[in-house]
């Protein structure tokens, strides 16, 4: 299964932001899912192969950006937003990653500009 590149991921226990960044992004005519914890979200980046992921990092059942490197290895085309309100530090990533950081509150935007310097 490829990538389809309409198609974003959004992992985040929180509920508020992530239907507020699914509600802006489907307006823009991306796709996009929701998952609220890890093991959720690894089901539905198998199934979907989104081209861009959300990722919070303090889930319910971990630490997101611990999981960002296999990501990058399993999905190299796939880009990441870290995201978390906690004055993040970058996590480790092989050479060939794809990402950003940034701080909650999310802007919007951020999110257009983010998305027209490294996606177009």
């Known amino acids: 299964m490829t990538q389809v590149y309409n198609k974003v991921l959004i992992i985040d226990d929180e509920v508020d932001l992530s239907l507020l960044l699914k509600s802006y992004l489907t307006k823009k005519g991306y796709d996009t899912e929701i998952k609220h914890n890890i093991s959720e979200g690894l089901i539905a980046l ?8 959300f990722l919070d990092n303090n889930l319910p059942d971990g630490f997101g950006w611990e999981i960002a490197p296999q990501l990058v290895n399993d999905y190299p085309e796939m880009f990441i937003f870290f995201i978390s309100a906690f004055h993040p530090t970058r996590p480790a990533m092989p050479v060939n ?16 500009r983010i998305f027209a310097e490294h996606l177009n």
Do not use: N, T, W, Y
């Open 46 to 53: 198998k199934e979907s192969q989104p081209a861009i992921l």
């Open 97 to 112: 990653s794809r990402f950003v950081l940034i701080e909650k509150p999310v802007s919007m935007a951020e999110i257009d």
